[in-house]
């Protein structure tokens, strides 16, 4: 087996401030290689919502090629914005904001949109397709695999996974980045 890619530099400083910070909970290096990868395809304005300390940004930030596109990210928690913002302090391209992620509202439509999956009401298709340029793509991260519809999780119908992948708005797939992870990638039509 070889060894895995390097990661870069602007992610590796990440998980130092993740560390520091005490933070454990981020982006995966299979997600964060995939939104560096998309990334790379995008022009204009790019976010997160729910920064944590930076890792899922730094993966998007590592992916871009260009030069006039940028990336807004909103963190709640002031400290762990802090944190992240330390990571980007001398990159133009990079804004990190402490507050909600609705403060990010009027800085799009946004060509690349990175979420974590959580409430159906804070992150459903309905509160955030109109976020989305057309030819944009939302990724959702930190789902658990499922082979059978509809999609259950926990003994329930997901009904996050299942609003997006049927949604008429988007285009989607679940792909699974690794064994028990999968994430949702949608083209807003």
Same mark, same amino acid.
């Given at each position: 087996?070889?060894?895995?890619?390097?990661?870069?530099?602007?992610?590796?400083?990440?998980?130092?401030?993740?560390?520091?910070?005490?933070?454990?909970?981020?982006?995966?290096?299979?997600?964060?290689?995939?939104?560096?990868?998309?990334?790379?395809?995008?022009?204009?304005?790019?976010?997160?919502?729910?920064?944590?300390?930076?890792?899922?940004?730094?993966?998007?930030?590592?992916?871009?090629?260009?030069?006039?596109?940028?990336?807004?990210?909103?963190?709640?928690?002031?400290?762990?914005?802090?944190?992240?913002? *330390?990571?980007? @302090? &001398?990159?133009?391209?990079?804004? #990190?904001?402490?507050?909600?992620?609705?403060? =990010?509202? /009027?800085?799009? !439509?946004?060509?690349?949109?990175?979420?974590?999956?959580?409430?159906?009401? *804070?992150?459903? @298709? &309905?509160?955030?397709?109109?976020? #989305?340029?057309?030819?944009?793509?939302?990724? =959702?991260? /930190?789902?658990? !695999?499922?082979?059978?519809?509809?999609?259950?999780?926990?003994?329930?119908?997901?009904?996050?996974?299942?609003?997006?992948?049927?949604?008429?708005?988007?285009?989607?797939?679940?792909?699974?980045?690794?064994?028990?992870?999968?994430?949702?990638?949608?083209?807003?039509?």
């Amino acid at each position: 087996m070889s060894a895995p890619p390097e990661l870069p530099d602007v992610v590796r400083r990440a998980f130092e401030v993740s560390r520091r910070a005490g933070y454990v909970s981020f982006c995966r290096n299979e997600t964060g290689r995939l939104l560096a990868t998309l990334a790379a395809t995008r022009e204009g304005t790019m976010a997160e919502f729910g920064t944590g300390c930076g890792v899922g940004t730094a993966w998007l930030r590592s992916g871009v090629r260009d030069e006039d596109a940028r990336i807004v990210t909103a963190e709640l928690d002031p400290r762990l914005a802090r944190a992240a913002a *330390e990571i980007f @302090v &001398d990159d133009p391209l990079v804004e #990190v904001l402490a507050a909600d992620w609705s403060t =990010l509202l /009027d800085k799009g !439509p946004f060509s690349l949109l990175f979420l974590d999956s959580g409430q159906p009401g *804070e992150v459903g @298709v &309905d509160a955030i397709a109109d976020l #989305v340029a057309d030819g944009g793509i939302v990724v =959702l991260d /930190d789902f658990a !695999p499922c082979e059978q519809w509809p999609p259950v999780t926990y003994g329930r119908v997901d009904v996050l996974r299942e609003q997006w992948l049927t949604d008429p708005r988007f285009t989607a797939v679940e792909v699974m980045v690794a064994s028990d992870a999968s994430t949702i990638i949608a083209t807003k039509r």
